[in-house]
């Protein structure tokens, strides 16, 4: 059993929390939402008055925050976290998914501290947090990747070293920018299909067994009616929300700037999800990216 900080308690992070109790760890938690902190007692959560309470004497610290401001503030600013915890020297465990530059300032100062620090994002939406199936994608050293296994185990399913620091947050954005291309990929088959006069059933059979095949169009196909459980089928509801999408993917692009590689799929994935947002759908469903083009015209 180890004693865990959690901060940052809001959709992921209270069933990942929730998974943390039922595994038999004793958990601490803190949320600047007062409302997040209401039901954590019912699920096992202790709450702390602050991020350093509910770190303080703790063997692994998380944090399951927005963005990159918030885990820089979190773990940095005044009355900041790795100072806060660097003579008990818990190993910290950031699962958000925030830009790189971010998670490296972030690990940098932990190992000047003398602590050992883990980017760790995950996959898989709220019901893979809920179910403990997530995937977490994990950067560091060797020795803090083993460390951190055991506490990761009971909140994922697939838990993957990816590299060094920084490695979990640079394949998290690889990945859902892939996504992001291959979903708008999807609706636009979709969309041309219908034109022609083919019907959306038989597209799906088709390609699903065909090279046209991807988990976009296998679990979450975007055109109603092919997979019933696919949000398409509710009115787009999220699944996982086109804002997140937008901001992953806006994370992609300021990382393939930062490195000079060329991404024109990527940077066009990232306009189709920001008129997502701008028409007012940001909270539906990535795959809502559908509806939109349909309203388009031929350019
Ligand atoms: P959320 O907004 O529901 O939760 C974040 C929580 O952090 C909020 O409760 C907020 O009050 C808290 N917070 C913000 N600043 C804080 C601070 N200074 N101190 C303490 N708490 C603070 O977001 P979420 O959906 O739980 O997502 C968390 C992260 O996981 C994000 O980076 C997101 O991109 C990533 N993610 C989300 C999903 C998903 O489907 N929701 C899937 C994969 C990854």
């Known amino acids: 059993m180890a004693n865990i900080g959690f901060i940052g308690l809001g959709n992921m992070g ?19 939402n007062t409302a997040a902190l209401q039901n954590l007692t ?9 991020a350093s309470e509910a770190a303080r004497g703790a063997d692994v610290v998380i944090t399951m925050l927005p963005a990159g401001e918030h885990v820089r503030e979190v773990w940095l600013h005044q009355g900041g976290l790795i100072e806060a ?3 008990a020297a818990p190993l910290l465990i950031d699962c958000s998914t925030i830009d790189v530059e971010s998670a490296r300032i972030v690990t940098e100062a932990a190992h000047n501290a003398g602590l050992d620090m883990l980017d760790a994002p995950v996959s898989g939406g709220v019901g893979g947090a809920v179910a403990a199936t997530l995937t977490f994608m994990v950067g560091g050293s060797d020795a803090a990747f083993v460390r951190g296994l055991p506490i990761l185990q009971a909140m994922g399913k697939n838990i993957v070293h ?3 620091p920084g490695a979990g947050q640079a394949a998290k954005i690889c990945n859902n920018m892939m996504l ?10 979709f969309l041309l299909a ?21 988990w976009a169009l296998s679990n979450y196909c975007p055109a109603p009616g092919p997979v ?14 086109a804002a997140l999408m937008l901001k992953d993917v806006k994370l992609s692009q300021a990382a393939a700037d930062a490195v000079g590689s060329p991404t024109p799929l990527g940077a066009h994935a990232m ?11 940001g909270a539906k469903d990535f795959s809502v990216v559908f509806r939109w083009l349909e309203s388009q015209p031929r350019q």
């Not at 992001?180 to 088959?189: L, Q």
Request: with cysteine; charged share 20%; glycine share 12%.
């Open 14 to 32: 209270t069933p990942m929390a929730a998974n943390l109790v039922k595994a038999g760890h004793r958990v601490r938690g803190y949320d600047v």
């Open 85 to 87: 915890v660097k003579d």
């Open 228 to 241: 019933p459980a696919a949000p398409s089928n509710r009115d787009y509801a999220a699944g996982f929300m």
């Open 180 to 189: 992001a291309i291959n979903m708008a990929g999807v609706c636009e088959g």
């Open 42 to 50: 019912s699920i096992g959560v202790e709450v702390a008055a602050n």
């Open 271 to 281: 306009s189709l999800y920001q008129a997502v947002v701008d028409v007012g759908n």
């Open 162 to 164: 990816a590299g060094g």
């Open 194 to 214: 219908r034109k022609l006069g083919l019907d959306w059933d038989r597209l799906f059979q088709i390609a699903s067994a065909s090279s046209g095949q991807s």
